[in-house]
């Protein structure tokens, strides 16, 4: 099992192999409900990037996802495993409103939007920081844990949004609508002139943040003494204790920026798209997150473009399900599942195969 | 006295498909196999209960069918995190998802009803029972309406989920299969130097737990409803989660957790925007909360310890 394959295999083919298989299994359900798969790519590829304006919530998304996929990816390298980058997202989401709500009429948005940003981080990771200390000073599971906080979020978000953060009860449950200085610029003027025409699209700043929060991960984890200690105790706890790096410090802090991380993903929809707080604006982008870490190897390399596919899935399959209405949107939460599943639970299927190819190939060179 | 009944009677209703997942759960995490996936085993038992139950009009087709798809959940669980030795958390995530896109996406597909299954008719259904003498004794004070609105009126999973308390109990702490589940997850090197497949306890245990969250999907789409809805186990899959976390892996204490989850969700219904004495119009999402909180506070050792099996969540590996 543990023999050594090229780097290129291990990090570059075999994800890959996962991947299509998943995609593979999702095609036969295609087929299964009576439809073309082959088809349905078409229309799906041509959905996320057909022009400008899908291009557009195809990056949208990715942005999301970007953060989501980060999140877990930076609590994987300490040996965690964070599955409330939903809850935490949620109220991350709380942050930015409460920011926004208080200073859009007397600030800027260039001004707005970095206290957003703080106020977005701070809140996710105190969401994270009751399961991380609980983790390391009591010993309960950070998994369970942060499941719970999902839902406690998710209770105390409608409680707050229906009660006293609602604006009136005809509109529903959620705030009023951000004024100018709650609004973020759009991107057009980047992709603008390369010819490319995001109309409405949604697509933001935000997105350039998530890009550089994806260059700050790398530093964090493959460059500071910190990121040293995290991975150390992701590989081997007892050998962090030994090296006597703090543990508490380490789950806690980890579990906080993960936790950060998932809560900034909330200024893309909230100040970006929606300019207003509302429910369940996360639409299970802290799970789509798992995915895309998984795929994207918990490395930013990986789960940037991991995140653009997963962006281009949700905007393709929008558009699938208007042409194809036997295949709903639940076509992208099943194929979501199916690449945890060969990427993350059975990424070590096709190995022993792999080893095999590949020593018999070096025994031929030999 | 009515409303209290009326009250436990709900608390019954809503208990039922947490007990039968939670004792799901406690099979699986008894043989070392966790299992956060009980949500969307549930989710594709509902559906495969309703679309067999609405296709041949038999209840027990559907049950059937709830029990095969829930199995073969199990079974993929089981070949990612037994035999590949894969992630059991990442699996259960992975299963969650499959499910809820799979029914809605087939759902959609086969019935064309916005992901909904055909209302079903009474005799695809599982129905109330009426115990005999209910009539009769409902003369009686206190034990004649506690008989006959209480214990009598619910529909045979209802009963089916109680009775598997007491057998659940003797099946893992009076039997050679119970003593090696559990070996299996306390200690799988011993159970293997004693010459008895790991692999093979554990796979049994995950069928356990499919057939019972097949079961719980059953109750919920033709036992108390007519029909499948999309999402319609709405998160039970993981309060059953937290009430096998409070019962700390014991089967009569998985029960007293899943009837106070249960009475929660009855008073969440019973009592939204009421206002009670004393503490004053209670919001229901707080309700909604309280069992995570409750399950939150127990990790945090406040409320005894909660220990889970030793050898849980870890794929066990015969040659080092």
């Known amino acids: 099992m543990n023999q050594a394959l090229p780097k290129w295999v291990d990090y570059g083919l075999m994800p890959l192999i996962n991947v299509a298989v998943a995609f593979l299994i999702a095609g036969l359900v295609v087929l299964f409900v009576g439809e073309s798969p082959v088809e349905a790519a078409y229309l799906m590829v041509r959905g996320a990037f057909g022009n400008g304006y899908n291009i557009g919530f195809t990056l949208f998304f990715a942005t999301t996802f970007i953060f989501t996929g980060l999140a877990v990816a930076v609590a994987f390298h300490a040996g965690l495993f964070n599955i409330g980058g939903e809850g935490q997202a949620y109220i991350g989401g709380l942050g930015v409103g409460l920011i926004c709500l208080s200073m859009d009429t007397i600030l800027p948005w260039w001004l707005t939007f970095p206290l957003a940003i703080i106020g977005a981080a701070l809140f996710g990771a105190a969401w994270a920081f009751i399961p991380a200390i609980l983790q390391a000073k009591r010993g309960s599971h950070v998994v369970i844990t942060t499941i719970m906080f999902n839902f406690i979020a998710s209770a105390l978000m409608v409680y707050l949004l229906a009660g006293p953060l609602q604006k009136s009860a005809n509109l529903g449950p959620r705030t009023r609508d951000f004024e100018a200085g709650g609004q973020i610029p759009k991107l057009d003027w980047l992709f603008s002139p390369f010819g490319i025409d995001m109309g409405a699209s949604p697509l933001n700043i935000t997105f350039l943040l998530a890009l550089i929060m994806a260059a700050v991960v790398w530093v964090i984890v493959w460059r500071t003494r910190f990121g040293f200690e995290m991975r150390t105790q992701g590989v081997s706890p007892r050998a962090a204790v030994y090296a006597g790096m703090p543990e508490v410090k380490i789950i806690v802090v980890t579990m906080m920026l993960s936790g950060g991380l998932a809560g900034m993903m909330a200024l893309n929809p909230v100040m970006g798209d929606q300019t207003r707080l509302q429910l369940d604006f996360v639409e299970g982008a802290g799970f789509v997150g798992i995915a895309v870490a998984l795929m994207g190897r918990s490395h930013p390399a990986g789960i940037v473009p991991a995140a653009i596919l997963f962006g281009a899935l949700y905007q393709g399959g929008a558009e699938l399900a208007f042409d194809m209405p036997n295949i709903t949107r639940d076509m992208i939460v099943m194929i979501q599942g199916l690449v945890i599943l060969f990427a993350g639970a059975m990424e070590f299927m096709f190995r022993p195969a792999l080893v095999r190819i590949f020593a018999s190939q070096q025994e031929k060179m030999a | ?320």
């Open chain 2, 1 to 320: 006295m009515d409303t209290l009944i009326q009250l436990l009677d709900l608390t019954v209703r809503s208990a039922v498909p947490l007990l039968l997942a939670c004792l799901a759960g406690l099979y699986s995490e008894r043989a070392g196999v966790f299992d956060i996936g009980l949500e969307g085993k549930m989710l594709g038992g509902a559906f495969a209960a309703a679309a067999a139950a609405a296709v041949t009009g038999s209840a027990w087709i559907g049950l059937f069918a709830g029990i095969m798809v829930a199995v073969a959940f199990s079974l993929i669980h089981g070949f990612a995190s037994i035999t590949n030795k894969g992630n059991q958390i990442v699996s259960g995530v992975a299963i969650n998802f499959m499910a809820a896109g799979l029914s809605a996406l087939l759902g959609q597909a086969w019935f064309n009803q916005g992901g909904r299954t055909p209302q079903l008719q009474s005799e695809a259904r599982f129905n109330p029972l009426d115990l005999p003498l209910a009539e009769t004794l409902s003369g009686i004070p206190v034990i004649g309406p506690v008989y006959q609105d209480l214990v009598s009126g619910h529909n045979l999973i209802a009963y089916f989920a109680f009775a598997m308390v007491p057998i659940t109990w003797w099946v893992l702490f009076r039997t050679r299969f119970g003593l090696r589940l559990r070996a299996v997850g306390e200690n799988p090197a011993a159970v293997d130097t004693a010459g008895i497949s790991v692999t093979w306890a554990r796979y049994r245990a995950v069928i356990c737990c499919g057939i019972l969250c097949g079961i719980a999907g059953a109750y919920l789409s033709i036992g108390v409803s007519a029909g499948y809805v999309k999402d319609m186990t709405a998160g039970r899959g993981f309060i059953a989660l937290a009430a096998l976390i409070f019962a700390k892996w014991r089967p009569v204490a998985a029960m007293w957790a899943c009837l106070l989850f249960g009475f929660l969700g009855a008073i969440e219904i019973r009592y939204q925007g009421v206002a009670l004495p004393i503490v004053g119009v209670v919001p229901v999402q707080l309700m909604q909360a309280l069992p995570y909180v409750l399950t939150v506070i127990l990790l945090a050792g406040f409320i005894g310890k909660a220990i889970p099996p030793k050898a849980g969540g870890v794929p066990y590996t015969k040659e080092r």
